[in-house]
C-alpha cells in the first residue's frame, strides 16, 4: 500500500528528472548512472508508488557521501551461461545494475527464448515496477525479485524474531492493450511505508504488524521500540504461511542463486536481485500469447464488480493511467520528499523544481 500527497502543487516529470540527475552528478556518480537512477526514480512517483520514488533521493545521496554506494565501475560477471549469468554489483547503483541486467537478459532471451541475470551485491533498487514496462514494451515478460541481506523486518510466521525483508515478487507482461504490472510484497506493508507513517505519527489500516510481546498493531512504532515488533508476513495472523513460503522462495531465488546472502556479513543497505526475461516468440509465439492474454483480461474486466464503484482492473492498470496523467499534468509528490531534498539542493547549488 501506498500513501499519497496531500499537496496539489504539480511539478514537470522532465524537471523533476533533470533535478534529481543534477543532485546526482554533483555527488560525484557519472552521467550515465545518474541518468538510470533518476529516470527510475521519477518513475516510481509517475506511478503513484511514493515510498519508492523520489522519496529514496536523499537516502541515495547519504549513501553516496559515506561511501555505501559505488560510483565508478561495471559490474563483474562471476558465472556465464548460455542463458545465465551471476554478477557481482560492487555495491554499484541499484536502478543502473537492474536496467544493464535487463538490457543483457532481453538480448539473450532473443536469441535462447530465456534469459536471467541474479545479482549479488547490488545497492538498492527502488520501485520493481519502474522496470516493468521496459520489458513489456518490447514484448517480452519480466520476473524481477530481490531481498536485502543486511536488514530483517519480517518474522516468519509463528514468529517474532525477524528473518526477511519485505522480499518482493514481481513481473511485467504485454497485452493487446495496457500491460500488466504486478509487484506483490511478500510481507503485509513495507518498511518504506512503516517508517514513514512512524515519522508522521500515522498508523496503518489494518492490524500489518506483530509488536515485541507478539499482539497484533497497526501501530508502526512498535518496529522502534524495544522489545521490537515484526512486519506480519503476507496473509497476516490469519494465512501468513502463505507469505512466509513466498519470501523462502524470494531468497532461495537470490540469496541461494547468487551464494550471497544471510549467511555472510553485512554490508550496508543494498539488494540481491533475480531478473529473468521470457520471449513469448520462442513458446507458442507473440500473436498466440497476447490472444490468451487478452481474453484473460476480458473476463477479469467483465466479472461482477462486489462495488459497483470500483469495476475490476488489472494490476498495473491505475498506476499507467496514473503515470500518463502525471507525464500530461504534471506529478504531485509526496509533502514529505522536496522538504528532504532542500538541504541537498543547497549543498550542491542544484536549483529545486517549480511548479
Not at 17 to 40: I, N, S
Not at 245 to 254: I, K, M, N, Q
Not at 277 to 295: H, K, L, R, S
Not at 296 to 320: F, I, M, N, T, W
Amino acid at each position: 500500500m501506498e500513501t499519497t500527497t496531500s499537496s496539489r502543487q504539480r511539478l514537470d516529470a522532465r524537471q523533476l528528472t533533470t533535478f534529481a540527475h543534477g543532485l546526482l552528478v554533483r555527488a560525484g556518480m557519472p552521467h550515465d548512472k545518474a541518468d538510470a537512477v533518476a529516470a527510475v526514480l521519477v518513475d516510481g512517483d509517475l506511478m503513484g508508488h511514493t515510498t519508492h520514488g523520489l522519496q529514496l533521493l536523499a537516502p541515495y545521496l547519504a549513501e553516496i557521501e559515506k561511501g555505501s554506494m559505488r560510483l565508478e565501475g561495471e559490474p563483474e560477471v562471476l558465472s556465464s551461461h548460455p542463458a545465465a549469468q551471476l554478477w557481482d554489483g560492487l555495491r554499484l547503483p541499484g536502478p543502473w545494475l537492474v536496467l544493464q541486467a535487463l538490457e543483457h537478459a532481453a538480448r539473450t532471451a532473443r536469441v535462447q527464448g530465456t534469459g536471467t541475470v541474479v545479482i549479488r551485491r547490488s545497492h538498492h533498487i527502488a520501485s520493481l515496477a519502474s522496470y516493468h514496462r521496459r520489458a513489456a514494451e518490447q514484448g517480452l515478460v519480466l520476473v524481477l525479485t530481490c531481498s536485502d541481506p543486511n536488514s530483517a523486518s519480517v518474522a516468519p510466521f509463528g514468529g517474532l524474531d525477524p528473518v526477511f525483508t519485505p522480499n518482493p515478487i514481481s513481473a511485467g507482461f504485454p497485452t493487446g492493450g495496457t500491460p500488466v504490472s504486478v509487484d506483490i510484497s511478500t510481507s503485509t506493508t513495507t518498511n518504506g511505508l512503516t517508517n514513514r507513517l512512524h515519522q508522521e505519527g500515522g498508523k496503518l489500516p489494518a492490524p500489518w504488524l506483530l509488536d515485541g510481546h507478539g499482539q497484533a498493531s497497526d501501530d508502526p512504532g512498535v518496529l522502534f521500540t524495544e522489545p521490537k515488533g515484526t512486519i506480519l508476513p503476507l496473509g497476516g495472523l490469519d494465512s501468513g504461511h502463505k507469505g512466509y513460503g513466498l519470501s523462502l522462495l524470494v531468497e532461495a531465488l537470490t540469496g541461494g542463486l547468487a551464494g550471497h546472502g544471510r549467511a555472510d556479513p553485512r554490508e550496508g543497505w543494498g539488494a540481491t536481485v533475480f531478473l529473468q526475461v521470457i520471449d513469448p516468440a520462442a513458446f507458442a509465439g507473440q500473436a498466440a500469447f497476447t490472444q490468451q492474454m487478452d481474453e484473460v483480461a476480458r473476463q477479469c474486466r467483465a466479472s461482477r464488480p462486489a462495488d459497483a464503484q470500483r469495476p475490476v482492473r488489472l494490476p498495473g492498470e491505475r498506476a499507467y493511467r496514473l503515470a500518463q496523467s502525471q507525464v500530461e499534468q504534471g506529478v504531485v509528490l509526496h509533502e514529505s520528499i522536496l522538504p528532504a531534498l532542500v538541504p541537498w539542493a543547497a549543498k550542491y547549488g542544484v536549483a529545486l523544481p517549480n511548479g
